[in-house]
């Protein structure tokens, strides 16, 4: 398999809102981000995603983007920018930027000028349809809660947008909008930048006619309709041709919808489309089949790893996968797959990460997940600053799928703002997030969760990452290794090989707290225990709580 640098990588994302303030507005901004950039090279991260940082008016904190070029007024300036990329690069780190290029924000310029009249000729920029029948001109549902169509009084049409009304939805089909975007990215490539996260990528290619579909729960047939629509592939060799492929790139596609057969072209190891994909498969394995993440539902576990296995047995040797657990749209995995329990969240903390990171790919550790960072205890949807979050919880509060005190116990376990909550870096005011009022409020056990006291001890989650990490840049077998799931129907055991040439590794993880007995295979018995989160070792055939090893011969 070709080596690449991004194989070997571990990015760490940093969601700019909530990662540090520097002047006391309670809004993290980028001089906040180069102050702590020592931080994220001591975990032993090399490679830095940035979610958006460009000019928004933040109808979507920062997703909705005004102008590609220029930067969000509360996170600094383009000065700022370049001061941060200089010494991330100084110390070693790259930089990933957020490309945001399926839809813009309304106040755009170039939707200002597409919605002034039908014959402007930025109309084709975006996607417009007369309504039909008498309403609208079909009846796919907004990601947000909704229609995807929005009025437009002025011009008596419709606008489409996947998401909020004010994120309308790129026209990809016309060449002059690629032409514009392929100008754009280029000129963030010519400043140093190291790669893109492309969110939604896999929904720019609109299917032909935009027909209905079957309606859901809400009444809307899925925007993700949309997803690998006809021209998905030729847009995106376009893109590499005319971009991507004039430079050493990481370059991460979010595709809603994606299938493995999908992902064999978008992550093609040819190196024709992207270097690999977010599929969110895994990320679905607890969903409820009607109300999707927001409802209780019991955790499954051999859901869970038939999903993760059959990508990486799938994958290998053909394209590459992304390693994840948290990003700022999914809860924290503490408290989704792990405890929360005092005795027991560090351990299902380091067991986690040592499932993921001993897989296939390359992985992403979300700001926070290195410390065991949980989800936070709303107690009331007013506190709930995410557009996902509350305008699903209105529309199936309405349809009668939910009441207000359900709601906030969905949004307790669900909502996208339980990892946007800020990040905890010590014991004093705020968490020393700022010395203002936070955009959101802290989670309050920070006096227990929190970096500097991690840092401070050597049996932490913040060094158990930072081990994960070292062993994945001296061991080949984990960047490499081909995987064998065991146990498949096991309830609480999540166990699997990887082995490359003579090398092997034995991965055993408890995701209970309830002990567990496991035999190992005799080839591995008086191996060598690579990592464990136990300072000790078990009996033999014995698994504590939550407990995970690593055994390695070769």
């Given at each position: 398999m070709e080596e690449k640098w991004w194989k070997k990588s571990v990015v760490y994302q940093i969601y700019p809102r909530s990662f540090q303030d520097s002047n006391g507005d309670g809004i993290g901004d980028l001089a906040g981000i180069t102050a702590r950039l020592e931080y994220i090279r001591e975990l032993g991260a090399d490679t830095i995603w940035l979610s958006p940082i460009y000019k928004s008016p933040n109808d979507d904190n920062g997703y909705d983007i005004s102008d590609y070029q220029d930067i969000m007024t509360e996170f600094g300036s383009m000065a700022d920018f370049d001061a941060m990329l200089e010494k991330a690069h100084a110390l070693g780190l790259k930089i990933v930027m957020d490309l945001v290029v399926n839809h813009s924000s309304d106040e755009h310029r170039w939707f200002v000028k597409s919605r002034s009249s039908r014959d402007n000729p930025y109309r084709d920029y975006y996607i417009w349809r007369e309504g039909k029948n008498g309403g609208l001109p079909n009846n796919?549902?907004?990601?947000?809660?909704?229609?995807?169509?929005?009025?437009?009084?002025?011009?008596?049409?419709?606008?489409?947008?996947?998401?909020?009304?004010?994120?309308?939805?790129?026209?990809?089909?016309?060449?002059?909008?690629?032409?514009?975007?392929?100008?754009?990215?280029?000129?963030?490539?010519?400043?140093?930048?190291?790669?893109?996260?492309?969110?939604?990528?896999?929904?720019?290619?609109?299917?032909?006619?935009?027909?209905?579909?079957?309606?859901?729960?809400?009444?809307?047939?899925?925007?993700?309709?949309?997803?690998?629509?006809?021209?998905?592939?030729?847009?995106?060799?376009?893109?590499?041709?005319?971009?991507?492929?004039?430079?050493?790139?990481?370059?991460?596609?979010?595709?809603?919808?994606?299938?493995?057969?999908?992902?064999?072209?978008?992550?093609?190891?040819?190196?024709?489309?992207?270097?690999?994909?977010?599929?969110?498969?895994?990320?679905?394995?607890?969903?409820?089949?009607?109300?999707?993440?927001?409802?209780?539902?019991?955790?499954?576990?051999?859901?869970?790893?038939?999903?993760?296995?059959?990508?990486?047995?799938?994958?290998?040797?053909?394209?590459?996968?992304?390693?994840?657990?948290?990003?700022?749209?999914?809860?924290?995995?503490?408290?989704?797959?792990?405890?929360?329990?005092?005795?027991?969240?560090?351990?299902?903390?380091?067991?986690?990460?040592?499932?993921?990171?001993?897989?296939?790919?390359?992985?992403?550790?979300?700001?926070?997940?290195?410390?065991?960072?949980?989800?936070?205890?709303?107690?009331?949807?007013?506190?709930?600053?995410?557009?996902?979050?509350?305008?699903?919880?209105?529309?199936?509060?309405?349809?009668?799928?939910?009441?207000?005190?359900?709601?906030?116990?969905?949004?307790?376990?669900?909502?996208?703002?339980?990892?946007?909550?800020?990040?905890?870096?010590?014991?004093?005011?705020?968490?020393?997030?700022?010395?203002?009022?936070?955009?959101?409020p802290v989670n309050p056990n920070y006096p227990v969760i929190n970096a500097a006291e991690q840092i401070a001890r050597p049996d932490s989650v913040f060094h158990y990452y930072q081990k994960l990490i070292a062993l994945r840049r001296e061991k080949d077998v984990i960047v490499y290794g081909h995987y064998e799931l065991l146990e498949p129907e096991h309830p609480d055991l999540f166990v699997y090989t990887r082995t490359l040439g003579d090398e092997s590794l034995l991965v055993i993880c408890n995701f209970s707290e309830r002990e567990q007995t496991y035999e190992i295979p005799a080839e591995y018995r008086g191996a060598e225990i690579l990592i464990a989160n136990y300072p000790v070792p078990a009996p033999a055939g014995t698994l504590r709580p939550w407990e995970a090893t690593v055994l390695y011969r070769s």
């Open positions: 796919w549902g907004s990601c947000f809660g909704g229609s995807v169509w929005e009025y437009d009084g002025k011009t008596d049409m419709y606008y489409l947008h996947l998401f909020s009304k004010k994120q309308p939805d790129l026209n990809w089909d016309n060449p002059v909008v690629r032409d514009e975007i392929f100008r754009m990215m280029d000129w963030w490539l010519q400043k140093g930048i190291d790669g893109f996260r492309m969110d939604v990528i896999s929904l720019i290619s609109k299917p032909e006619g935009l027909p209905d579909g079957e309606p859901g729960p809400n009444g809307y047939a899925s925007f993700q309709l949309s997803a690998n629509g006809p021209h998905e592939h030729e847009y995106l060799r376009e893109m590499n041709r005319r971009v991507l492929s004039k430079y050493d790139l990481l370059t991460v596609g979010e595709c809603a919808g994606v299938t493995l057969e999908e992902a064999k072209s978008y992550a093609n190891l040819d190196g024709s489309e992207l270097s690999m994909v977010f599929q969110f498969e895994h990320m679905e394995a607890d969903f409820h089949p009607t109300l999707g993440r927001y409802a209780e539902q019991h955790k499954n576990l051999p859901r869970l790893k038939e999903i993760l296995s059959r990508w990486q047995r799938e994958l290998d040797g053909i394209a590459w996968n992304s390693l994840y657990w948290d990003n700022h749209d999914q809860p924290r995995v503490v408290s989704r797959y792990g405890s929360e329990k005092e005795e027991y969240r560090e351990l299902s903390a380091k067991m986690l990460a040592t499932c993921l990171h001993m897989m296939q790919g390359t992985p992403y550790v979300y700001q926070g997940e290195e410390l065991g960072m949980t989800n936070y205890p709303w107690t009331s949807i007013d506190q709930i600053n995410d557009i996902e979050s509350l305008g699903n919880y209105r529309a199936f509060r309405d349809r009668g799928y939910m009441n207000e005190e359900e709601g906030i116990r969905m949004m307790r376990a669900r909502s996208r703002d339980n990892a946007r909550t800020p990040m905890q870096w010590d014991a004093g005011p705020e968490a020393g997030f700022t010395t203002g009022t936070p955009w959101l």
